[in-house]
């Protein structure tokens, strides 16, 4: 899925940013975390310099393994001192270049961090260290009634860390809200080093949100280290619909009037037709392949509610042309439809190499319009398009599919991506409904926000973070805090406490 | 552009942003950029964070509401609106909000960010405000968040100024998420009832309070699912339906959940009641809770904030969301370091 070429620029890893040379920094860390918790060598910088995104010019520092809060602690206060920024990091599967390190700073990996502290259920909480993988937290919650709400498609592998940084969405949270409506606490290494505790448990905690602006800050306002999370009851009944149209038109439409009905549903997926078929070649989940669109409907709650909404969404879709309309009978079936849209993106490989994932938000009544826009854009670019999304947020998922050995294909899939990129500004959207902004979308925000709502959000930036210490080069355009790699460099040396 | 990687901000097709409302233009000119300046509200919670300092200039937000997208279950209001214009205006077409209903406005609503007495079922407000927009320390109308209902673009301005008590910034407009009425509703209400136990047979009440003897219970939704939850209570009491929950008394205590199993002594005050959030952690008391104390580092930080989006101190000044002096925190009070 990675694809080049990088333009050069400030995007680029660059020069290492820091004063001192790197073996005094690695010999400090590895005072702190043991030569086990340490990697310096090319190999393990050049694997830990990329994320999911295409971004592949990151450059990395020395690379920890930190165990625990205080090991974070070190390791944030070494690089302090070596005048170094750090990097957290998940699993890497990030799609704006979040974790990708500019300037070689201190990545910090916080995959070992990988425990269920508590589950607390007089409180209805877990706490979990920031490596639990999003899918081993909902498997380990389930049996005893609950699970955690966010279901990133790439849930297998990503972080809670990860999912907190990025305020990560998924399915199902249509109905129950993205990672900032499921995380109560956070513990977290400020980058001075310092450690705070931020939220409660409570549910009117003193202070400032701190709590909720942490949430989404892309791993540039420190690094989380233990997480509180909501623990969701189990909906007592669930019903999956898989609804098949001529068009993404009708498809579209459908998840429009549903919403409109006033009904909730638990999620609203729609896949077209290139993408099911390619679904359906690879996980064979029973999708009909001569469909234009399938819409993927889920309603869950208690059962009356669920018939209802189920009979109602039935009835939405035939009046908008539904050619067939199908209810998974069986737990199986249900877990077959939910495989196939979760695999959509491993099975892109079956059209193309490679694909440059889009993430923008647009209001539901225009989804249609939309929709068709971003067809046309590809067109226009000769490019090929296939779109699975979270259609009941309007929550739109291009990817634009290619191989990049093709030559001059990179400039028509960023080409076509801008386009679809001013297409949902234009109708009403956001740059970002739940990837986040990173590197890839940092210098489309003066799109959507002045300069005075950017000097607000930098101020936000830099109250965590006066000295840019944290992930520089990320979520703010250039000319705002933090922008510029080399900040860090120029901040006086009387800074670093 | 050159050299910005996949970032090419397209020359031309860009979104003009939408020009703003001119009431919240002549909102900023009152606001200014000099002079100590505060937001009347209602006046129903002015008394937070500590009175005002003397000379402070009071304004009000701009009230309206200027567009309703049921079928978006989003709705944009001026900040000065009240909460019960805002839910009869949304009710009109079958919505509500998170809001809670204590005759505030909504920028008051938000500034101090209490939940709804049924925050249970409809959540709490900070996960219903999606943009804000509001007048900054230097007299200028800054926006966070976006008008969708799912949006991760840049930092979440809209979560930092719900119960940031106006010392951020002077709430002017903001766009809030709706929801559904549910289909149907009804209180319960039992003596001797066990509220822990009906927390953990109920799937997703709208509200369970008790006063230490009798605990009232709001189901929300599907009518069949309405009889199948009272028929799960009835193996656990006498429930009988009632009109609506008990009498709060004035003051606000903010507990983990678990907390409310253990009260704090001395809480009730002299009138001797309380009414508890179970589930949430909220209790309507006789005394207010103690200031809450929070870590050097969180303390440092939150000043740092302050600082950054208000320098002078002319936002609500004498308000303080951290205790003066910080005292121990009463009967395990919220998991905070
Ligand atoms: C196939 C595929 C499907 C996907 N589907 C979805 C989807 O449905 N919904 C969705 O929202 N996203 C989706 N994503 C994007 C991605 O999986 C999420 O953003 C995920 O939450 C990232 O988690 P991670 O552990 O991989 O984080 P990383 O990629 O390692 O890091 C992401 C960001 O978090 C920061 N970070 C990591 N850990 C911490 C920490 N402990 N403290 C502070 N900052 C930290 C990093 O610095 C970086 O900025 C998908 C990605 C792929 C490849």
Same mark, same amino acid.
């Given at each position: 899925?990675?694809?080049?070429?990088?333009?050069?620029?400030?995007?680029?890893?660059?020069?290492?940013?820091?004063?001192?040379?790197?073996?005094?920094?690695?010999?400090?860390?590895?005072?702190?975390?043991?030569?086990?918790?340490?990697?310096?060598?090319?190999?393990?910088?050049?694997?830990?310099?990329?994320?999911?995104?295409?971004?592949?010019?990151?450059?990395?520092?020395?690379?920890?393994?930190?165990?625990?809060?205080?090991?974070?602690?070190?390791?944030?206060?070494?690089?302090?001192?070596?005048?170094?920024?750090?990097?957290?990091?998940?699993?890497?599967?990030?799609?704006?270049?979040?974790?990708?390190?500019?300037?070689?700073?201190?990545?910090?990996?916080?995959?070992?961090?990988?425990?269920?502290?508590?589950?607390?259920?007089?409180?209805?909480?877990?706490?979990?260290?920031?490596?639990?993988?999003?899918?081993?937290?909902?498997?380990?919650?389930?049996?005893?009634?609950?699970?955690?709400?966010?279901?990133?498609?790439?849930?297998?592998?990503?972080?809670?860390?990860?999912?907190?940084?990025?305020?990560?969405?998924?399915?199902?949270?249509?109905?129950?809200?993205?990672?900032?409506?499921?995380?109560?606490?956070?513990?977290?290494?400020?980058?001075?080093?310092?450690?705070?505790?931020?939220?409660?448990?409570?549910?009117?905690?003193?202070?400032?949100?701190?709590?909720?602006?942490?949430?989404?800050?892309?791993?540039?306002?420190?690094?989380?280290?233990?997480?509180?999370?909501?623990?969701?009851?189990?909906?007592?009944?669930?019903?999956?619909?898989?609804?098949?149209?001529?068009?993404?038109?009708?498809?579209?439409?459908?998840?429009?009037?549903?919403?409109?009905?006033?009904?909730?549903?638990?999620?609203?997926?729609?896949?077209?037709?290139?993408?099911?078929?390619?679904?359906?070649?690879?996980?064979?989940?029973?999708?009909?392949?001569?469909?234009?669109?399938?819409?993927?409907?889920?309603?869950?709650?208690?059962?009356?509610?669920?018939?209802?909404?189920?009979?109602?969404?039935?009835?939405?879709?035939?009046?908008?042309?539904?050619?067939?309309?199908?209810?998974?009978?069986?737990?199986?079936?249900?877990?077959?439809?939910?495989?196939?849209?979760?695999?959509?993106?491993?099975?892109?490989?079956?059209?193309?190499?490679?694909?440059?994932?889009?993430?923008?938000? %647009?209001?539901?009544? =225009? /989804? !249609?319009?939309?929709? @068709?826009? +971003?067809? #046309?854009?590809?067109?226009?670019?000769?490019? *090929?398009?296939?779109?699975?999304?979270?259609?009941?947020?309007?929550?739109?998922?291009?990817?634009?599919?290619?191989?990049?050995?093709?030559?001059? %294909?990179?400039?028509? =899939? /960023? !080409?076509?991506?801008? @386009?679809? +990129?001013? #297409?949902?500004?234009?109708?009403?959207?956001? *740059?970002?409904?739940?990837?986040?902004?990173?590197?890839?979308?940092?210098?489309?925000?003066?799109?959507?926000?002045?300069?005075?709502?950017?000097?607000?959000?930098?101020?936000?930036?830099?109250?965590?973070?006066?000295?840019?210490? #944290?992930?520089?080069?990320?979520?703010?355009?250039?000319?705002?805090?933090?922008?510029?790699?080399?900040?860090?460099?120029?901040?006086?040396?009387?800074?670093?406490? | 552009?050159?050299?910005?990687?996949?970032?090419?901000?397209?020359?031309?097709?860009?979104?003009?942003?939408?020009?703003?409302?001119?009431?919240?233009?002549?909102?900023?000119?009152?606001?200014?950029?000099?002079?100590?300046?505060?937001?009347?509200?209602?006046?129903?919670?002015?008394?937070?964070?500590?009175?005002?300092?003397?000379?402070?200039?009071?304004?009000?937000?701009?009230?309206?509401?200027?567009?309703?997208?049921?079928?978006?279950?989003?709705?944009?209001?001026?900040?000065?609106?009240?909460?019960?214009?805002?839910?009869?205006?949304?009710?009109?077409?079958?919505?509500?909000?998170?809001?809670?209903?204590?005759?505030?406005?909504?920028?008051?609503?938000?500034?101090?960010?209490?939940?709804?007495?049924?925050?249970?079922?409809?959540?709490?407000?900070?996960?219903?405000?999606?943009?804000?927009?509001?007048?900054?320390?230097?007299?200028?109308?800054?926006?966070?968040?976006?008008?969708?209902?799912?949006?991760?673009?840049?930092?979440?301005?809209?979560?930092?100024?719900?119960?940031?008590?106006?010392?951020?910034?002077?709430?002017?407009?903001?766009?809030?998420?709706?929801?559904?009425?549910?289909?149907?509703?009804?209180?319960?209400?039992?003596?001797?009832?066990?509220?822990?136990?009906?927390?953990?047979?109920?799937?997703?009440?709208?509200?369970?309070?008790?006063?230490?003897?009798?605990?009232?219970?709001?189901?929300?939704?599907?009518?069949?699912?309405?009889?199948?939850?009272?028929?799960?209570?009835?193996?656990?009491?006498?429930?009988?339906?009632?009109?609506?929950?008990?009498?709060?008394?004035?003051?606000?205590?903010?507990?983990?959940?678990?907390?409310?199993?253990?009260?704090?002594?001395?809480?009730?005050?002299?009138?001797?009641?309380?009414?508890?959030?179970?589930?949430?952690?909220?209790?309507?008391?006789?005394?207010?809770?103690?200031?809450?104390?929070?870590?050097?580092?969180?303390?440092?930080?939150?000043?740092?904030?302050?600082?950054?989006?208000?320098?002078?101190?002319?936002?609500?000044?004498?308000?303080?969301?951290?205790?003066?002096?910080?005292?121990?925190?009463?009967?395990?009070?919220?998991?905070?370091?």
């Amino acid at each position: 899925m990675r694809s080049g070429p990088w333009r050069a620029g400030s995007r680029d890893g660059g020069p290492p940013v820091g004063r001192d040379a790197p073996d005094r920094l690695v010999e400090d860390l590895v005072a702190a975390l043991g030569p086990d918790g340490v990697r310096a060598d090319a190999v393990e910088r050049g694997l830990l310099a990329r994320d999911a995104s295409v971004f592949d010019r990151g450059r990395s520092g020395p690379v920890c393994f930190p165990r625990s809060t205080a090991e974070v602690q070190a390791v944030v206060r070494a690089a302090v001192r070596h005048g170094r920024a750090v990097v957290p990091r998940g699993a890497g599967t990030g799609l704006a270049g979040g974790a990708v390190p500019l300037g070689e700073p201190v990545v910090v990996a916080l995959t070992r961090m990988d425990r269920l502290l508590e589950v607390d259920l007089p409180n209805r909480v877990a706490w979990v260290e920031p490596g639990v993988v999003n899918l081993d937290l909902s498997n380990q919650l389930r049996p005893r009634g609950f699970h955690f709400a966010p279901d990133p498609s790439s849930q297998q592998a990503c972080t809670v860390g990860g999912n907190v940084a990025n305020n990560s969405g998924g399915p199902h949270c249509l109905a129950y809200g993205v990672t900032s409506a499921h995380v109560l606490a956070l513990d977290v290494v400020l980058p001075d080093g310092d450690v705070v505790r931020l939220g409660g448990l409570d549910p009117e905690p003193a202070g400032y949100d701190l709590r909720g602006a942490f949430v989404g800050g892309e791993g540039t306002l420190g690094i989380a280290t233990r997480i509180a999370v909501r623990l969701t009851p189990n909906p007592p009944a669930v019903r999956t619909l898989l609804l098949g149209f001529s068009t993404p038109r009708a498809a579209a439409d459908t998840v429009g009037a549903v919403i409109a009905a006033g009904i909730v549903p638990a999620a609203l997926e729609v896949m077209d037709r290139r993408i099911t078929e390619a679904v359906e070649r690879y996980v064979h989940a029973g999708y009909p392949t001569d469909a234009g669109a399938v819409l993927l409907a889920e309603v869950d709650g208690m059962p009356g509610s669920v018939a209802a909404a189920a009979e109602a969404i039935s009835a939405i879709g035939a009046e908008r042309g539904a050619t067939s309309v199908r209810v998974a009978a069986s737990d199986a079936e249900r877990a077959a439809l939910w495989k196939g849209r979760k695999t959509a993106f491993g099975a892109v490989a079956q059209i193309a190499p490679n694909y440059y994932l889009h993430d923008t938000v %647009v209001p539901r009544g =225009v /989804l !249609a319009d939309v929709l @068709e826009e +971003v067809y #046309a854009i590809a067109e226009r670019h000769q490019l *090929l398009v296939v779109n699975v999304f979270h259609a009941g947020d309007g929550n739109l998922h291009p990817l634009l599919v290619f191989d990049r050995r093709e030559p001059g %294909v990179m400039d028509r =899939v /960023l !080409a076509a991506g801008a @386009e679809i +990129v001013a #297409a949902s500004l234009a109708a009403g959207g956001v *740059l970002s409904g739940e990837h986040g902004i990173g590197v890839e979308k940092r210098d489309y925000m003066p799109l959507m926000f002045g300069p005075d709502d950017l000097d607000h959000q930098a101020r936000l930036r830099r109250a965590f973070d006066p000295a840019c210490r #944290a992930n520089p080069g990320k979520v703010l355009p250039a000319g705002h805090s933090c922008a510029d790699i080399q900040a860090l460099e120029s901040v006086p040396a009387g800074v670093w406490g | 552009m050159s050299g910005t990687g996949t970032a090419r901000v397209p020359a031309t097709g860009a979104a003009p942003r939408r020009p703003l409302d001119p009431e919240l233009l002549a909102f900023a000119d009152e606001v200014g950029s000099e002079g100590p300046v505060a937001v009347a509200g209602a006046g129903t919670r002015a008394e937070l964070g500590g009175p005002l300092a003397r000379g402070t200039r009071m304004l009000r937000a701009p009230e309206g509401i200027v567009e309703h997208h049921p079928e978006e279950m989003t709705v944009r209001v001026r900040a000065g609106t009240t909460v019960a214009d805002l839910h009869a205006a949304l009710a009109g077409a079958g919505q509500r909000s998170a809001l809670p209903e204590r005759g505030g406005t909504v920028g008051g609503a938000l500034a101090v960010g209490e939940g709804h007495l049924a925050s249970l079922g409809r959540g709490p407000v900070r996960d219903a405000l999606l943009q804000v927009r509001y007048v900054s320390a230097d007299g200028r109308v800054v926006t966070g968040g976006g008008p969708t209902v799912k949006n991760v673009s840049g930092y979440d301005l809209p979560r930092l100024v719900v119960g940031s008590l106006g010392t951020l910034g002077l709430l002017g407009e903001v766009v809030l998420r709706t929801q559904p009425v549910p289909a149907g509703s009804c209180w319960l209400r039992a003596e001797g009832a066990d509220p822990f136990g009906a927390r953990d047979v109920l799937y997703r009440p709208g509200a369970i309070l008790w006063d230490g003897e009798a605990t009232w219970v709001l189901l929300e939704g599907h009518p069949e699912d309405l009889a199948a939850e009272a028929a799960v209570l009835a193996r656990s009491g006498a429930w009988r339906e009632v009109a609506g929950p008990p009498e709060l008394p004035p003051q606000r205590w903010s507990l983990p959940p678990a907390g409310l199993r253990r009260l704090p002594e001395g809480m009730a005050g002299p009138s001797g009641s309380w009414v508890a959030s179970v589930g949430i952690g909220v209790v309507h008391a006789g005394r207010p809770q103690q200031p809450r104390r929070v870590a050097a580092a969180s303390e440092e930080l939150t000043r740092r904030t302050k600082a950054a989006f208000d320098p002078a101190g002319r936002l609500s000044p004498g308000r303080s969301l951290l205790p003066a002096l910080p005292s121990p925190a009463l009967g395990g009070g919220g998991g905070r370091s």
